[in-house]
T-cell receptor, first 116, second 116 residues
């Protein structure tokens, strides 16, 4: 079974600085998708960025980018120019690309604080 | 607005009561899932469905029941509420695996359930 591990329960960053959230996963599959979700206090689950395992190029979305290391099974999220609105819980998630087991598997989350 | 509609947003139950959390999506998604979120545990899968008439258990199915009579609706039933079921519940939907362009999940806004 696949697992997702986020080793940093809490992180803190100064406004305008850069922070990296870690995520590792375990799978025997070669084709899958990876996601970072943001959950602000409103508790809405917001998709931040996604990555297809068959693509070597790292995904980027404005100030958010990932470092995808397939061999190391690592999928870290970098937030540049951090803003107060980035403060939230961040969840890393995995999804198989094929077969009926296409559910999202989540890590336990990292709580990010942004200091003004 | 297209998306996942989840009701109610808040609910307080007494131990032993039953209730149904409603979930509806209008995106013609094949996959629908229910997750529960507890502090420090991330989101854990309760039940999921890969299409109308097909359901299966996730990681934490005990005490919950589901059915999927239509593509749009996927209600979650608590048969006899227990304090251990106090949690935040999310419904989510997605296209089936194999879609290279639309493989992300869309989440409802969540239900905060308290069992006293």
């Amino acid at each position: 079974a696949q697992t997702v591990t986020q080793s940093q329960p809490e992180m803190s960053v100064q406004e305008a600085e850069t922070v990296t959230l870690s995520c590792t996963y375990d799978t025997s599959e070669s084709d899958y998708y990876l996601f970072w979700y943001k959950q602000p206090p409103s508790r809405q689950m917001i998709l931040v960025i996604r990555q297809e395992a068959y693509k070597q190029q790292n995904a980027t979305e404005n100030r958010f980018s990932v470092n995808f290391q397939k061999a190391a099974k690592s999928f870290s999220l970098k937030i540049s120019d951090s803003q107060l609105g980035d403060a939230a819980m961040y969840f890393c998630a995995y999804r198989s690309a094929w077969g009926s087991q296409g559910n999202l598997i989540f890590g336990k989350g990292t709580k990010l604080s942004v200091k003004p | 607005n297209a998306g996942v509609t989840q009701t109610p947003k808040f609910q307080v139950l007494k131990t032993g009561q039953s209730m149904t959390l409603q979930c509806a999506q209008d995106m013609n998604h094949e996959y629908m899932s229910w997750y529960r979120q507890d502090p420090g545990m991330g989101l854990r899968l309760i039940h999921y469905s890969v299409g109308a008439g097909i359901t299966d258990q996730g990681e934490v199915p005990n005490g919950y029941n589901v059915s999927r009579s239509t593509t749009e609706d996927f209600p979650l039933r608590l048969l006899s509420a227990a304090p251990s079921q106090t949690s935040v519940y999310f419904c989510a939907s997605s296209y089936a695996t194999g879609s290279r362009t639309n493989y992300g999940y869309t989440f409802g806004s969540g239900t905060r359930l308290t069992v006293v």
